[in-house]
């Protein structure tokens, strides 16, 4: 690859930096505090938000059956994965989190 080519393709990719980057690039502030909660408000959240995906699923799909035109099949099919997936990866989180409870708890002291 040429010079010019290289040069090119690293001024293309600064510009999409640059384009991702958003609002930060402008000056503004961007807040970087994670969790301010604590851990127990983020598991809380968490919990709630795999609640309303599977709700959300759940009356998608009797929308589905009970003839509403507006509410397509792949749309009720993609919504269920995602409660699946959202319910799959909170179950692994807590099983988990009782592995390293069990774990700290049968340490000697």
Request: charged share 15%; no cysteine.
């Amino acid at each position: 690859m040429s010079s010019p080519a290289i040069q090119s393709a690293l001024a293309q990719m600064q510009t999409l930096a640059a384009q991702a980057s958003g609002p930060a690039a402008k000056g503004l502030l961007v807040s970087t505090q994670v969790g301010q909660g604590g851990f127990a408000g983020e598991l809380q959240a968490s919990i709630q938000r795999i609640n309303r995906l599977q709700q959300a699923s759940a009356a998608k799909s009797m929308a589905f059956q009970a003839g509403d035109p507006n509410v397509e099949l792949n749309d009720v099919m993609v919504d269920m994965q995602k409660a699946s997936v959202a319910f799959q990866m909170g179950l692994q989180v807590r099983n988990r989190l009782v592995t390293a409870y069990r774990d700290v708890m049968n340490m000697q002291v």
